[in-house]
């Protein structure tokens, strides 16, 4: 006997979204002075949330300024310790005002509340938690003698995971004594605007922190822009590239965290229930939105039929609906252009002659969606097996051999992740060792620590997020020059 689930939507009462907002600079929102705005909407409803500023030239400088002169004059000369009392404040006021941010990420970015409310928030606040310990030890970090901030930081961030993002780019940058200027992404930007509050909130000195809302071409702004010391980029792997050849030859520093194409490779002694939930998570979390989705399963050839099945059964169970149901699985995609993308590679799984398997669900009638879709007959060359879809749908290659495995699971451009299922351990070291990822996951995926350092190899970037290895992202090392503090480049 299956039961059916009452709806359980999360209210939305917690939150008041203004009509339209400004841009944070120098502690206080202001008007763009270019004075051109864009609209923010809910992926599951197509309501429009409010306007948000576009920034131009003249107001990305008025932040860089603000960020310099917060620099110069507070931030860079005060004491660790003291740092560290601002990012335990802010911390704590993410935990205070938790559900708030939860419900205002999910209707601003589609995913669902059960998602926003236990990962996103929670490992926001944690990254604060964990850098404000950092702030005061940097001197103990084994990062040699005295380490210094660089100045500014540019920061740009991606629509996947907005407050989670922001807080691996702020939280770092201010534990090592940087100001930061950050570019949410143009279609969720709201919950950026709202950690402007808490910046307020928690009498952070003004120009530490500044945010500035726009499109791709206010980012480009702050990547040119001469008096940043540091781009911190998290997106596309194309725009990324664009910007390594911005800032090729200048003395400013830069980390990429870009596409993934990762192999979630199943032995055939893994428990495979258990594999099952990790499958699932690994493609079908954040509607698949996540660059290091576990995108393409390898599945050891005796267990692989088994295995499939087992997962269409479990894929039959997962909710897509409203985002604000505290039931529900799979949200909506976040704008409709990602949904073209994803719709045009399905098409293209289609038409290179891959198998495809789409679990039954119902499709609202507004906004953006995509039922959880899954490919077999998938051969290396298929697009599909190959291009990061970003999207709710997993193909599926098979393996005999070990060697198989890791040769099939190392044939792409990217190499943010990978996930290894089986029961030995000798052999989870061993591939480990094999596979050109930056996190490698054994029996689990998708887990996330501010303590464990995050990055790619190869067209996934270079440079760390978290851990000891992603403070010194953010720390001038012996070989950078002295003037790398003064915003030469
Ligand atoms: P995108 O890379 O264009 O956007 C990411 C951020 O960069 C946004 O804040 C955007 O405004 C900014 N941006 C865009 N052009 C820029 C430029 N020339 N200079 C500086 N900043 C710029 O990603 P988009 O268009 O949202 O998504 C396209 C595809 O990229 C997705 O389908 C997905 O495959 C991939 N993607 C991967 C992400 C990841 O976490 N690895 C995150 C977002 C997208
Ligand atoms: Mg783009």
Redesign the pocket.
């Known amino acids: 006997m299956t039961f059916e689930y009452a709806p359980a939507p999360e209210s939305r009462a917690i939150v008041s979204i203004a009509s339209s907002y400004g841009l944070f600079i120098n502690g206080e929102f202001v008007d763009p002075t270019g004075g051109t705005a864009f609209k923010t909407v809910n992926p599951a409803t197509e309501e429009v949330l409010a306007e948000i500023s576009e920034a131009n030239q003249s107001d990305v400088n008025a932040a860089v300024n603000s960020a310099r002169r917060a620099y110069d004059r507070v931030w860079s000369v005060m004491s660790g310790r003291d740092r560290a009392k601002y990012l335990f404040r802010i911390a704590r006021l993410l935990q205070e005002r938790s559900r708030e941010f939860a419900v205002l990420e999910t209707l601003d970015n589609g995913k669902p509340i059960r998602e926003s409310r236990d990962i996103d928030v929670p490992l926001a606040a944690a990254h604060f938690f964990y850098h404000a310990g950092w702030a005061d030890k940097l001197d103990y970090a084994g990062l040699g003698p005295n380490p210094r901030s660089l100045g500014v930081a540019g920061q740009?961030?991606?629509?996947?995971f907005p407050l989670l993002m922001l807080a691996w780019k702020i939280a770092p940058a201010l534990a090592c004594g940087n100001t930061v200027v950050l570019?949410?992404?143009?279609t969720t930007s709201l919950t950026a605007l709202l950690f402007a509050e808490v910046c307020q909130q928690a009498e952070l000195p003004p120009g530490v922190v500044n945010i500035i809302t726009g499109?791709?071409d206010t980012?480009?702004m702050?990547?040119e822009h001469k008096g940043i010391d540091k781009i911190a980029?998290?997106?596309?792997t194309?725009?990324g590239k664009?910007?390594a050849r911005a800032l090729a030859g200048t003395r400013r520093k830069l980390t990429l965290?870009?596409?993934?194409k990762a192999a979630n490779i199943v032995f055939d002694d893994a428990p495979i229930d258990q594999a099952v939930e990790g499958i699932v998570d690994g493609i079908f979390f954040n509607q698949g939105h996540v660059?290091c989705a576990g995108s393409r399963l390898l599945l050891q050839e005796s267990i692989a039929e088994e295995t499939i099945d087992a997962l269409k059964r479990r894929l039959q169970t997962l909710r897509l609906g409203d985002p604000l149901d505290k039931n529900t699985d799979i949200g909506a995609v976040n704008s409709r252009e990602?949904l073209n993308?994803i719709t045009e590679l399905i098409k293209s799984g289609d038409d290179e002659g891959a198998q495809r398997w789409t679990a039954p669900c119902d499709i609202p009638d507004k906004g953006w969606w995509c039922a959880p879709t899954i490919f077999t007959n998938v051969t290396q060359a298929h697009r599909i097996a190959r291009e990061?879809i970003?999207g709710p749908v997993l193909s599926v290659l098979t393996f005999r051999t070990p060697d198989e495995a890791v040769e099939k699971a190392n044939n792409t451009p990217f190499g943010l992740s990978a996930g290894i299922w089986t029961e030995k351990g000798s052999r989870i070291l061993w591939l480990a060792g094999q596979l050109r990822a930056g996190v490698i996951w054994a029996n689990t995926f998708n887990r996330f620590d501010p303590a464990s350092p995050f990055g790619g190899f190869k067209e996934s970037g270079f440079g760390r997020e978290g851990g000891i290895q992603g403070l010194t992202a953010y720390l001038r090392s012996a070989t950078d020059g002295d003037d790398q503090a003064k915003g030469m480049s």
């Open positions: 740009i961030i991606p629509w996947n570019k949410p992404a143009e499109a791709g980012g480009r702050i990547v980029f998290t997106g596309s194309e725009v664009s910007i965290e870009l596409g993934g660059c990602q993308k990061e970003f």
